[in-house]
């Protein structure tokens, strides 16, 4: 890629973000069609959220991704939402309308389109436990309302976060939804889709799984929000479950976001090999 005075530029902003691989697919996608666009990630804390979206007006950045721990914490710092991000109360994308900030959901299509992309299932009969009560769990259930999911069992180390996003879930028209203490027997042999939408378990230095698979019966769809392999997604597999961890779901998402910037279509198959390169 050419850098020069007309390069435009596209952050990740996140607190970590060096195991992102969005840097990887999306330069690879703005290459593809000549774009003179750059993404970079940067790392910002918490405190440091407002001065870094203030920084995208005054730079007259294109957007932004919004990845852990900012997706709900960026709301009040936007000029508006689309009608998704309002409803779910979280954004992973911002697109920058002549210095208006508006902010997006590619999450929630991003996770339904990974999920029916690898599980056959139908939505409608089945029962699915969510883990997280956070901004990329909030994005799952408003899929998951939007397939008119039968059962949604819901687990988070916070319980009112928890119950709060139950109570959301069945205001969106989720008929059945509840939350629980802890994943029983009896629980989990309902269970037909579990939705890793945590951030416990990731990193090399892990080797524990944060939550037991055990429980669960062979035939048990699991699908881990994060991407590598986690040790969620490896306790499965030897399990002899059937587990995929996060990688579709990022595809899918930002193929989306791409769209948002540039207004063209995602491409889906350079993202998806771009990434891939990061496994070997």
Known sequence: ????ATTKLVLLLGHPVQQSLSPLMLNQAFEEFGLPVAYLAA?????SLPAAIAGMRALGLIG???????????LPLLDELDEEAARIGAVNVIVNIEGRL????TDAPGFLAALEGVWS?????????????????RAVTAGLARRSVKELLIWNRTKNKAADLARD???????????????????????????????AGWGKGVKKAPLN????????FLMDLQYGRSTVVEAALARGMRAVDGLEMLVRQAALAFELWTGLPGPEHTMRSAAAVAYR
């Open 64 to 74: 932004a991704n919004i990845t852990v721990p900012h997706k709900t914490a960026v």
């Open 169 to 199: 879930a069945l205001a969106w028209g989720i008929s059945r939804c509840c939350v629980i203490d802890s994943v029983e027997s009896q629980i989990a042999s309902a269970v037909d889709v579990v939705v890793h939408a945590t951030s």
């Open 121 to 137: 299932g139908d939505l409608r009969e089945s029962t699915v436990l969510l883990f997280g009560a956070g901004g990329a769990a």
């Open 102 to 105: 508006r902010g997006h959901n």
């Open 43 to 47: 790392d910002v804390t918490p405190p």
């Open 213 to 220: 698979v055990d429980v669960f019966g062979s035939e048990t």
């Open 1 to 4: 890629m050419d850098i020069d």
